[in-house]
């Protein structure tokens, strides 16, 4: 059995069922989700009732993003905060024209399960975005980090690989989890099209809402996995391209 780590989804179903494919996932497979899979693309109501089947056949792991914060508090008040609107909240409330109010109900009941960050048994965190505190995730003082924070990818990128862990100059931040596999600061942003290591931080939003690929990684031997590039599945769609 593997354990498949996949990136920020973003709406783009055409994108997850090819890499799913390309990966020749089983229901032997494990998949760990780190979250954002709506907004951008046409078909975010479309990948949250695909992942609800999916998750009867495989063993699941939802992590909950800052996109499905937002869209979690659409579905329950009927409300869109408006800066979610703008940033692909629009074609995700669209996208759920054809759903009835119970599959909105039962859509709402997903949204709400999908957990804050996830610890496997070798002690890999799995998380949106990162965390502020030293001491882990478990004494954050500020859940939102858990799906807002850039910090900690900012910190990976800036380590120098030489300094020890056991060195009082190593973060303590890091020291707690044998590996951190987050989403949320697309790895385009730094002109690289697949997932990023930075000491043991593996960063697996490949900008799949841009003008990347939804990737998948292999968590035990990193073997990864890509779709085709997003905006070409969606050749009459800007996605997040729109500024």
């Not at 089983?26 to 992942?51: H, R």
């Not at 610890?119 to 030293?134: C, K, V, W």
């Not at 973060?171 to 942003?189: A, D, F, M, Q, V």
Request: charge should be negative; include cysteine; aromatic fraction near 12%.
């Amino acid at each position: 059995m593997r354990t498949l780590a996949i990136g920020d989804i973003h709406g783009g179903l055409k994108g997850l069922t090819q890499l799913l494919e390309v990966a020749n996932v089983t229901k032997e497979d494990a998949l760990i989700f780190v979250g954002d899979y709506v907004d951008g693309w046409s078909e975010s109501a479309q990948v949250i009732q695909y992942l609800i089947e999916l998750s009867k056949t495989n063993d699941c792991v939802f992590i909950k993003g800052n996109h499905d914060v937002w869209c979690e508090d659409w579905l329950r008040t009927g409300e869109g905060d408006s800066v979610w609107l703008a940033h692909g909240g629009q074609e995700t409330v669209e996208s759920y024209e054809s759903f009835s109010e119970e599959e909105k109900k039962q859509h709402l009941y997903f949204f709400d399960d999908m957990e804050l960050y996830h610890l496997d048994d070798d002690n890999r965190l799995f998380i949106h975005a990162g965390f502020t505190s030293e001491d882990g995730v478990e004494k954050e003082y500020n859940f939102r980090n858990f799906y807002f924070d850039r910090t900690l990818w900012e910190m990976a990128l800036t380590m120098n690989n030489n300094i020890s862990k056991d060195s009082e100059l190593f973060p303590n931040r890091l020291k707690h989890y044998s590996e951190i596999y987050i989403g949320h600061t697309p790895t385009i942003n730094f002109y690289k099209d697949k997932p990023m290591n930075a000491v043991s931080v593996w960063n697996i939003d490949t900008g799949a809402a841009f003008t990347g690929k939804l990737s998948a990684i292999d968590i035990n031997t990193k073997e990864i996995f890509q779709s085709d590039i997003l905006k070409d599945l969606y050749p009459n769609e800007l996605g997040r391209n729109k500024s």
